[in-house]
């Protein structure tokens, strides 16, 4: 069990229930309390609802893109600041990329992504600093 992730509110959002499920697999040992969302405005609802410490958001989403969930859940925050957001998608573009970075995305990845690598992310950017 990681002890980085313990009782740390994640928010996994992905239409594609394979991989919410297997995203859910992997976190659900860690300890983290977590929430799921298919779409973008669900993933809005439960963000602004429970405050997550780490968001792993798709970028194509129904009812709202990841690009403008971000939008929402970021607004006014400092950049580096909670929900840190690790953004996955199917888009191999830079430019989307960028974008992504100027909303203030911690981490972008392309799918497919493996579990441990989104967990070791998560783990890092979750991390409680040393006293």
Avoid: C, W
């Avoid at 992730?5 to 919410?20: A, G, H, Q």
């Avoid at 799921?36 to 410490?53: C, I, S, W």
């Avoid at 191999?92 to 974008?99: D, L, P």
């Amino acid at each position: 069990m990681s002890v980085n992730l313990e009782n740390k509110r994640i928010l996994l959002v992905d239409d594609d229930n394979d991989i919410l499920m297997s995203m859910l697999a992997a976190f659900e040992p860690t300890g983290a309390v977590i929430d799921t969302a298919r779409d973008g405005n669900k993933a809005v609802e439960l963000a602004e609802k429970h405050q997550p410490d780490l968001v792993i958001l798709d970028m194509m989403l129904p009812g709202r893109s990841g690009f403008l969930v971000m939008e929402k859940i970021k607004a006014r925050k400092p950049k580096n600041s909670k929900p840190f957001v690790i953004m996955i998608t199917g888009n191999q573009g830079s430019r989307h990329k960028m974008f992504a970075e100027s909303l203030g995305v911690s981490e972008y990845f392309n799918k497919p992504v493996k579990l441990d690598r989104l967990l070791t992310s998560a783990e890092k950017l979750l991390a409680t600093p040393a006293v």
